[in-house]
């Protein structure tokens, strides 16, 4: 049973442009969202994270919203740059000090 | 700061091999993670410990992974023997506590087993 769903595996943006990746979990028991983004060859490295007792981030250029209702989160960067091309992956927990739940990845490419 | 630093970075064995992954975690950090990603899925924890203790192998397949971090700094995850669908890249990360959630993680370790 796969809680946390990454439905879409690769995205395209063009240069300049938002770039949204968006994830959907089942557990309502979720406390706390993450994004990771992967380089190839590269381990995973922390992005941007949010509670579950909000429903907005931002960090600089990328911004992750939350609806518990829906138990939909979604990353927003803008604007979409080259460098951002890479997997990225959300996570969620249950309680601190519990284990991450991945998602399945989305690979962005963002083109010049 | 130091990160994570994980060997060999690649590996390539025969199924029914035995094989053992090494990994520091970053200095001074107490809970160490080994996670398992095969291609095209999310990482999926196999093991979580707190100092030399484990806190959860729930998702560990006792009957031919262990793993250990006997002084409670670096850890090795040992597969033995090895199957094909153990091919996939083997994760290590850490936190400074249990209570820390943004984990870091190492370049991993790529396992093909033929």
């Known amino acids: 049973d796969q809680q946390v769903k990454q439905n879409s595996p690769s995205l395209s943006v063009q240069e300049g442009r938002i770039s949204i990746l968006n994830c959907d979990y089942t557990?309502?028991?979720?406390?706390?969202f993450l994004w990771y983004k992967k380089y190839p060859a590269e381990g995973p490295t922390f992005l941007i994270s949010?509670?579950?007792?909000?429903d907005k981030n931002e960090d600089g250029r990328f911004t992750v919203f939350l609806n518990k209702s829906a138990k939909h989160l979604s990353l927003h960067i803008v604007p979409s740059q080259p460098g951002d091309s890479a997997v990225y992956f959300c996570?969620?927990?249950?309680?601190?000090?519990?284990?991450?739940?991945f998602g399945g990845g989305t690979r962005l490419m963002v083109k010049p | 700061e130091a990160g994570v630093a994980q060997s060999p970075r690649y590996k390539i064995i025969e199924k029914r091999q035995s094989v053992a992954f090494w990994c520091n975690p970053i200095?001074?950090?107490?809970?160490l993670y080994w996670y398992q990603q095969i291609l095209g899925q999310g990482p999926k924890l196999l093991i979580q410990?707190?100092?030399?203790?484990?806190?959860?192998d729930s998702q560990l397949p006792k009957d031919r992974f262990s793993a250990e971090r006997l002084k409670g700094v670096d850890s090795t995850l040992k597969i033995q023997p090895a199957k094909l669908e153990d091919s996939a890249v083997y994760l290590c990360?850490?936190?400074?506590?249990?209570?820390?959630?943004?984990?870091?993680f190492g370049q991993g370790t790529r396992l093909t087993v033929v």
């Open positions: 990360a850490s936190t400074q506590t249990r209570m820390n959630t943004e984990a870091f």
């Open positions: 410990f707190q100092n030399n203790g484990v806190v959860d």
């Open positions: 996570a969620a927990r249950i309680n601190a000090g519990n284990m991450l739940t």
């Open positions: 557990n309502s028991m979720f406390d706390y």
């Open positions: 949010i509670s579950s007792i909000k």
């Open positions: 200095s001074g950090h107490a809970t």
